[in-house]
């Protein structure tokens, strides 16, 4: 009896050890575009830090920044195929295959950058994602941000008239090509890391682009004109396959979804705190930057808003959102 007692107690924590090393070894991929030192990428990987700590060690989470596993387009592919586990990705990117995104990307939606941390984080923000699983095959789990869009020029910008025609650098998703298109602009798909040399070399004329990246990747260098026009704002959105989310445990989910809200919106009061500095970093230089609001774009808003409410059935309630929280 004492044996087969002993045998039992073996055999139970063989398993316990063999279960155990299978947690431990047990690794999700978390995939993004931006470059280690990015505030999003410092995101990723402290979600990555908490999960592994809070689940004792039964999750981990190894972070490819930098478009390691390919552009934004391929790694959603590869969450809806549940070959990549989670990824953290613009919001631009999902609208390209759910429209009704492209709401969060209304012109002077956020009057500000703490005014666009509100609308992220109010209830509308959030219903906006309950769809993904059934039209992307992801799971949204959060939002987070990056700073207000800003428009810089090789040449001098003194009005909306002087982009027309320019060529002009842009992230690859309709919402922003169809206000640049209302701009007689000639808006430029690029990828992030050309941008620098395509506006050192006259490539492009122009670029979209917020404050932090046009400091820290040092765009400036090859501008006449910084307007600061605060134009729109462009969002994070945490996403896992929904085929890997499908085979988690409830108390699992609920881990992961609350640990990577947390460090996604954290990023919000992140680029609020930061964002002026880097805004006074450029106002320093030795270039034109010219402060300017809705009223320099005239008429190209209210077309604009024409256009999406039809593509966008949400367009009307994170605009009622927006309005509320000012």
Known sequence: MAYLKSLKTAVATAAACCFALGAQ???FRLGLLTPPPHIWTKAAEAFADELNKASDGAHSVQVFP????????QMLQQLQTGALDMAFLTVAEVSNRVPDLGAFYAPYLAADIDHAGRILRSDIARQMLEPLP??????GLGLGMAGLRQIVSREEVNSAEDLSGLKLRITPFAPIF???????????????????????NGQVDAIDMDAELIWVLKYHEHAKTIVQSDHMMFPVVGLVSARVWKDLDEEDRELIAELMAKHLDSTID???????????NLKALDLTMTKVGPEFFAGVIAEWDKK??????????????????R
């Open 134 to 139: 059934a039209k992307a095959g992801v799971v």
């Open 270 to 280: 992140t680029y609020a705190a930061k964002e002026p500095e880097w805004l006074d």
């Open 66 to 73: 930098a478009r390691q596993l390919g552009n934004e387009a």
């Open 308 to 325: 999406w409410a039809a593509e966008a059935p949400s367009l009307p309630a994170i605009r009622a959102a927006a309005e509320a929280t």
């Open 25 to 27: 070894a047990a690794e």
């Open 178 to 200: 169809d206000f640049y298109e209302g701009l007689n602009a000639a808006p430029t798909p690029m990828p992030l890391p050309s941008v620098y040399d395509a506006l050192a």
